[in-house]
């Protein structure tokens, strides 16, 4: 079942069109929310090209892709953001082809042509620079492999916005809250097929305790003995959605590893991308460990059997927070997909945001 039709079928039962002053969109809405929707999202230059295309949607076409993507739409038709991509969208195709690569774009006031000067002066009126008719660069690029940091430089001041932001759960439901206000009714996430979000509980990590019953630990790996283990815990002070992040910590005395899983129900056969977003400090392999860092899917049968496996390794070393996407298909034979967040070496990782979705 397409995008488009999941949408529909699922607006049309769920009785999203309560309000008189939502939008009705069209046909032709839901081709074009569709096409965007199916847009690569797994790097921020990819997502800001997906957010320049959703520029040119209507707002029926915006209140359909606020049910897939409403952290992307929310930006859209936020007032300041939406100047800040205008302007992008009026850059050329080379300098977009740059950004997409991944580069930085440093445009000085000296290369700016006479429309160009008058955007990014109504963009320092509104983001309120000071002297902002002073102006001396624009630079937009990769923040960390988790979105694009646009900044316009003034004489004594800047402004900064972070674009092509993640749908991380808990920003997505502030998104949604927003997006609800605007239209007058509550874009529906579509609930089945390509898009749809699949019950990975808690993947913020924002219940109360050490980890949601949802979350298990079992044994990653052991090295002669059981202690010292790796110390597995919530970190309230190093969030990137939300209240608080998973953390693991481990040195050169560590023996023992846990790793942290959830089992979630799927249909074999179905595509899948989990996402997630991680933080490394000093993480090294030292003595004998084993050099186990990643994201992971286990696919089950019915009898709990092993019957297929991916997984995204992880840069070791440090890094700032990043978005990491894993893409696999579940075999014809699976029930369920075993999430698995492991690093058996010396050093610290966060993880936050964790999302499980039908991919296209």
């Known amino acids: 079942m397409s995008f488009s039709t999941v949408v529909l079928a699922f607006l049309a039962s769920s009785g999203a069109w309560a309000t008189a002053n939502a939008p009705v969109p069209t046909d032709e809405d839901r081709a ?20 320049l295309e959703a520029l040119k949607l209507s707002e029926g076409g915006l209140f359909l892709l606020g049910g897939v993507e409403p952290v992307l739409v929310d930006q859209v038709i936020n007032e300041k953001t939406r100047m800040v991509l205008e302007y992008l969208a009026t850059l050329s195709g080379t300098t977009l082809s740059e950004l997409r690569a991944g580069e930085t774009v440093v445009r000085t006031t000296a290369i700016w042509k006479k429309h160009e000067k ?17 102006l001396k660069y624009m630079r937009i690029g990769d923040l960390s492999g988790r979105s694009m940091r646009f900044e316009l430089v003034g004489k004594k001041d800047e402004m900064v916005v972070e674009l092509a932001l993640g749908d991380l759960p808990v920003r997505q439901e502030k998104a949604l809250k927003r997006l609800t206000s605007h239209f007058g009714a509550q874009p529906s996430p579509i609930t089945s097929g390509p898009g749809s979000r699949l019950p990975l509980v808690d993947g913020s990590f924002e219940k109360e305790g050490v980890l949601n019953a949802a979350w298990k630990t079992s044994k990653a790996i052991e090295l002669g003995n059981a202690l010292p283990a790796n110390d597995i815990s919530l970190d309230r002070n190093e969030v990137l959605d939300g209240n608080a992040s998973l953390r693991m910590n481990s040195d050169t005395n560590t023996r023992h590893w846990d790793m942290v899983e959830q089992v979630v129900p799927v249909t074999g056969g179905t595509s899948l991308v989990l996402r997630g977003n991680v933080k ?15 994201m992971g899917m286990q696919f089950l049968d019915a009898a709990g059997m092993v019957v297929g496996e991916r997984m995204a390794n992880i840069e070791s070393g440090d890094m700032d927070w990043r978005d990491q996407a894993l893409h696999a298909t579940a075999p014809d034979n699976a029930v369920a997909v075993r999430i698995s967040l492991v690093c058996t070496m010396s050093g610290t990782v966060w993880f936050d945001g964790l999302t499980l979705e039908v991919g296209y």
């Not at 990014?120 to 002073?134: E, N, P, Q, V």
């Open 280 to 294: 490394v400090k000093r993480v090294v392999r030292e003595r004998d460990q084993d050099r186990r860092f990643f």
């Open 118 to 134: 008058e955007k990014l002066l109504d963009i320092a009126d509104a983001w309120d620079i000071k002297k902002h008719k002073k």
């Open 32 to 51: 074009a929310a569709d096409r965007v929707a199916r847009m690569d999202a797994d790097s921020p230059p990819a997502r800001l090209v997906m957010q």
